[in-house]
């Protein structure tokens, strides 16, 4: 625990500091305003024949942004506040993970997607404000796989090389493959979350028992987690629709996903209940898989799947989501050794992967009659190089684009877990994993400390099978 504290005293400040700076530095050389954030838009306004600045699109797109980025901040660290002596580097820990990432993302993602190539420079506004919180979704969805078992050093290196691959699969899926991804099923949960998982494999702890004591939640702990939550369910039909096209698709995604939602709390419900034979509710259940719906209509959302259909995703999902929670993964970490802290196989990966294959199928199905030609020619933007491609051949295109993800994610992870097993992060010793005292100033009453110590975990995470045996 020296070393450990050793470490963080002189690697932390120093990687924060020579970050910054770096970023200065790159901004200075290649980010610019674009032309809707720019002084100059009053001459574009002229040029255009625009005459109210309600065409800006940041009166379109703010709105979006804070939701999301609210999320971001709030919805993802309070979700992750369930372990009871861990919350100040759940909230923490992603606000700083948000922060260094989003200003990577802004140059990686204006590297691939919209460098000039006459100056050399990235311009950005409202909607690429949007696209960095997302990449740093996908960051956020991997650390909830490690969550209390690494080092903030750790989780910096591992956003670094996160937002690198996110970038790089990104263009793949959606410039090259030309998949539609708005709710990123596919670019961000699907990436995110088997990323997280092969980084949690390779660094697997044998000896995590040690910290036993802190793997559990008590009753506050869990209220916290629950407000991530609601901030996170509430907002969602805005991450599904933050980017999509102005006008019927954006106004589509939000109603798909707001109904999709919806209908996986009532299985998320049901299903937690028949899984305890005296039918009480599991708040893990409560707090994840009623999430699950918003994830897996990421990218069919704005689709013509109809309100029913939109209904029938969140009907699986959550039950779906659930039994992953019950059974999948207390599997996969006794058989596949991954150490799963927030079980994020449960609402990312899986549903992730249900959202590529309900995005394949739905695009696969469309026809003229349902959306309309122009319909058609807008939704999947069947325009340019790919003006001639059938629907037919955009599902087979949406199909490629999740397999892409989850090869970014496993193999990326692999890469990353590698470096991350060296030596010298400072990562906490067994014995002192889950415990806010390693890397923050914890001002604990020694009676109230003996007191939690006295109460057992309300819940185990990613062990339900322990609830099976004691009715048994």
Same mark, same amino acid.
């Given at each position: 625990?020296?070393?450990?504290?050793?470490?963080?005293?002189?690697?932390?400040?120093?990687?924060?500091?020579?970050? =910054?700076?770096?970023?200065?530095? @790159? %901004? *200075? +050389?290649?980010?610019?305003?674009? #032309? !809707?954030?720019?002084?100059?838009?009053?001459?574009?306004?002229?040029?255009?024949?625009?005459?109210?600045?309600?065409?800006?699109?940041?009166?379109?797109?703010?709105?979006?942004?804070?939701?999301?980025?609210?999320?971001?901040?709030?919805?993802?660290?309070?979700?992750?506040?369930?372990?009871?002596?861990?919350?100040?580097?759940?909230?923490?820990?992603?606000?700083?993970?948000?922060?260094?990432?989003?200003?990577?993302?802004?140059?990686?993602?204006?590297?691939?997607?919209?460098?000039?190539?006459?100056?050399?420079?990235?311009?950005?506004?409202?909607?690429?404000?949007?696209?960095?919180?997302?990449?740093?979704?996908?960051?956020?969805?991997?650390?909830?796989?490690?969550?209390?078992?690494?080092?903030?050093? =750790?989780?910096?290196?591992?956003? @670094? %090389? *996160? +937002?690198?691959?996110?970038?790089? #699969? !990104?263009?793949?899926?959606?410039?090259?493959?030309?998949?539609?991804?708005?709710?990123?099923?596919?670019?961000?949960?699907?990436?995110?979350?088997?990323?997280?998982?092969?980084?949690?494999?390779?660094?697997?702890?044998?000896?995590?028992?040690?910290?036993?004591?802190?793997?559990?939640?008590?009753?506050?702990?869990?209220?916290?987690?629950?407000?991530?939550?609601?901030?996170?369910?509430?907002?969602?039909?805005?991450?599904?629709?933050?980017?999509?096209?102005?006008?019927?698709?954006?106004?589509?995604?939000?109603?798909?996903?707001?109904?999709?939602?919806?209908?996986?709390?009532?299985?998320?419900?049901?299903?937690?209940?028949?899984?305890?034979?005296?039918?009480?509710?599991?708040?893990?259940?409560?707090?994840?898989?009623?999430?699950?719906?918003?994830?897996?209509?990421?990218?069919?959302?704005?689709?013509?799947?109809?309100?029913?259909?939109?209904?029938?995703?969140?009907?699986?999902?959550?039950?779906?989501?659930?039994?992953?929670?019950?059974?999948?993964?207390?599997?996969?970490?006794?058989?596949?050794?991954?150490?799963?802290?927030?079980?994020?196989?449960?609402?990312?990966?899986?549903?992730?992967?249900?959202?590529?294959?309900?995005?394949?199928?739905?695009?696969?199905?469309?026809?003229?009659?349902?959306?309309?030609?122009?319909?058609?020619?807008?939704?999947?933007?069947?325009?340019?190089?790919?003006?001639?491609?059938?629907?037919?051949?955009?599902?087979?295109?949406?199909?490629?684009?999740?397999?892409?993800?989850?090869?970014?994610?496993?193999?990326?992870?692999?890469?990353?877990?590698?470096?991350?097993?060296?030596?010298?992060?400072?990562?906490?010793?067994?014995?002192?994993?889950?415990?806010?005292?390693?890397?923050?100033?914890?001002?604990?009453?020694?009676?109230?400390?003996?007191?939690?110590?006295?109460?057992?975990?309300?819940?185990?995470?990613?062990?339900?099978?322990?609830?099976?045996?004691?009715?048994?």
């Amino acid at each position: 625990c020296a070393d450990t504290n050793t470490n963080i005293r002189l690697t932390l400040p120093v990687v924060c500091f020579v970050w =910054q700076i770096a970023m200065i530095i @790159l %901004f *200075g +050389v290649f980010i610019r305003y674009d #032309e !809707e954030s720019d002084t100059h838009w009053v001459e574009t306004k002229a040029h255009d024949n625009i005459t109210s600045d309600i065409e800006n699109d940041f009166y379109f797109r703010y709105p979006s942004f804070q939701d999301v980025h609210v999320m971001i901040f709030v919805g993802f660290g309070f979700l992750m506040t369930f372990l009871k002596r861990y919350s100040f580097g759940a909230v923490g820990f992603n606000f700083l993970v948000a922060s260094f990432g989003l200003q990577w993302a802004l140059l990686m993602q204006g590297w691939f997607h919209s460098l000039d190539p006459q100056t050399g420079k990235i311009f950005i506004g409202v909607e690429s404000l949007i696209n960095a919180d997302f990449c740093v979704a996908g960051c956020l969805i991997a650390y909830g796989a490690v969550l209390g078992k690494v080092s903030p050093v =750790q989780l910096l290196v591992m956003t @670094l %090389f *996160g +937002v690198t691959l996110f970038a790089v #699969e !990104e263009y793949i899926i959606l410039n090259l493959l030309h998949a539609r991804d708005a709710g990123g099923s596919m670019v961000i949960h699907t990436f995110g979350g088997y990323y997280g998982l092969t980084i949690s494999w390779v660094l697997y702890r044998p000896n995590l028992n040690q910290s036993k004591r802190m793997q559990g939640s008590v009753y506050h702990s869990d209220i916290f987690a629950m407000i991530g939550t609601l901030f996170l369910w509430m907002f969602w039909p805005s991450f599904n629709s933050a980017i999509t096209d102005h006008g019927d698709g954006q106004h589509r995604a939000a109603i798909n996903t707001y109904l999709c939602l919806a209908s996986t709390v009532l299985t998320t419900v049901a299903i937690s209940s028949l899984s305890q034979k005296t039918g009480k509710l599991d708040m893990v259940h409560i707090q994840n898989s009623t999430l699950a719906g918003g994830v897996a209509l990421g990218t069919a959302a704005e689709f013509m799947i109809s309100p029913y259909g939109a209904l029938i995703v969140g009907f699986f999902c959550g039950i779906i989501s659930t039994m992953g929670y019950i059974f999948i993964s207390p599997f996969l970490e006794k058989t596949l050794k991954i150490q799963d802290t927030c079980g994020i196989h449960n609402l990312h990966a899986m549903p992730g992967v249900i959202g590529g294959i309900v995005g394949a199928i739905t695009a696969a199905a469309a026809s003229e009659s349902v959306y309309g030609k122009q319909g058609l020619i807008n939704t999947f933007d069947f325009t340019g190089d790919f003006k001639d491609r059938t629907v037919l051949t955009q599902g087979g295109y949406q199909a490629a684009g999740m397999c892409v993800s989850i090869v970014f994610g496993v193999v990326g992870g692999a890469i990353v877990g590698s470096i991350l097993r060296l030596p010298i992060w400072g990562d906490p010793a067994d014995e002192n994993c889950f415990d806010d005292e390693v890397y923050w100033e914890v001002s604990l009453p020694d009676e109230e400390e003996e007191h939690q110590e006295s109460i057992p975990p309300i819940l185990e995470y990613n062990n339900h099978m322990i609830h099976k045996q004691q009715d048994l």
